[in-house]
């Protein structure tokens, strides 16, 4: 099963009851060389979904004292696409080593793609 690294509204359980029809079950993980930032969010249904504004995202930074804090989880290749369709353009997703060396995708910002 693909590996999904959330550092914001995906490890909502309200959101992901949204997106995935049930809640996900993940463990603590990081993502090195990374650092957080937020974004503003104009889509509808995103707003609706999440209730919030603003969302974080991620850029990478390449030093090494930075790191992102989230949740690792294993989801289907359905719930994969579905996170797609939930993502604003701003995140572009991508397939990083996190701290403990699994390989997790990630949605970073698009900026830099």
Do not use: C
């Amino acid at each position: 099963m693909p590996l999904l690294f959330s550092y914001g509204t995906l490890q909502d359980p309200a959101v992901q009851r949204a997106n995935f029809g049930r809640e996900l079950e993940g463990r603590a993980a990081a993502l090195p060389g990374y650092a957080q930032r937020l974004l503003a969010i104009t889509d509808p249904e995103v707003l609706a979904t999440s209730g919030q504004t603003h969302h974080p995202i991620v850029v990478e930074t390449g030093e090494e004292t930075d790191q992102v804090l989230g949740t690792v989880f294993e989801v289907t290749d359905e719930e994969l696409t579905a996170a797609d369709k939930y993502e604003v353009d701003d995140y572009h997703r991508v397939l990083l080593s996190l701290d403990s060396g699994v390989r997790a995708w990630v949605y970073v910002s698009a900026a830099a793609y």
